[in-house]
């Protein structure tokens, strides 16, 4: 997984299940993680349909299930937070749900990934001290 270096709203699937958007700067790298709930599959269309297979996340203000978007402008962040430059981060965590030990394992492995982001897009980030 690699960020970008252009500065300016990334997406990037980064596996796992999930979706992270990010902006950087020099210095700081803010993020919105969205868990990927599953795929759109159109029962009565073509099998070509442009929506086929797009992910799907929780929307935002969803008061039950099946209420999901493919639209992460519309999906509720999972995680938001950041990174700075020093390794230091903030995290919101909203309602993940884990069904057991390998959920919370790979729980850690996207908070550990969303950091590897940020040590691979600040252009100042320090490798002695955010390591």
Same mark, same amino acid.
């Given at each position: +997984?690699?960020?970008?270096?252009?500065?300016?709203?990334?997406?990037?699937?980064?596996?796992?299940?999930?979706?992270?958007?990010?902006? !950087?700067?020099?210095?700081?790298?803010? !993020?919105?993680?969205?868990?990927?709930?599953?795929?759109?599959?159109?029962?009565?269309?073509?099998?070509? *349909? =442009?929506?086929?297979?797009?992910?799907? !996340?929780?929307?935002?203000?969803?008061?039950?299930?099946? *209420?999901? /978007?493919?639209? =992460?402008? *519309?999906?509720?962040?999972?995680?938001?937070?950041?990174?700075?430059?020093?390794?230091?981060?903030? +995290? /919101?965590?909203? /309602?993940?749900?884990?069904?057991?030990?390998?959920?919370?394992?790979? !729980?850690?492995?996207?908070?550990?990934?969303?950091?590897?982001?940020?040590?691979? /897009?600040?252009?100042?980030?320090?490798?002695?001290?955010?390591?």
């Amino acid at each position: +997984m690699r960020g970008e270096k252009t500065k300016g709203e990334k997406l990037l699937d980064i596996g796992l299940g999930w979706l992270v958007r990010y902006e !950087f700067e020099d210095y700081w790298l803010d !993020f919105e993680a969205f868990e990927v709930i599953g795929e759109q599959v159109v029962v009565l269309g073509h099998p070509e *349909d =442009p929506t086929n297979g797009k992910k799907l !996340f929780r929307r935002k203000g969803a008061t039950g299930g099946y *209420d999901d /978007t493919a639209d =992460p402008d *519309d999906a509720e962040a999972t995680i938001s937070g950041f990174v700075k430059w020093d390794g230091c981060s903030e +995290m /919101t965590l909203g /309602t993940p749900h884990f069904c057991g030990r390998s959920d919370l394992a790979n !729980f850690a492995a996207v908070l550990v990934a969303i950091h590897d982001l940020a040590r691979d /897009t600040i252009p100042n980030f320090s490798r002695e001290i955010g390591a």
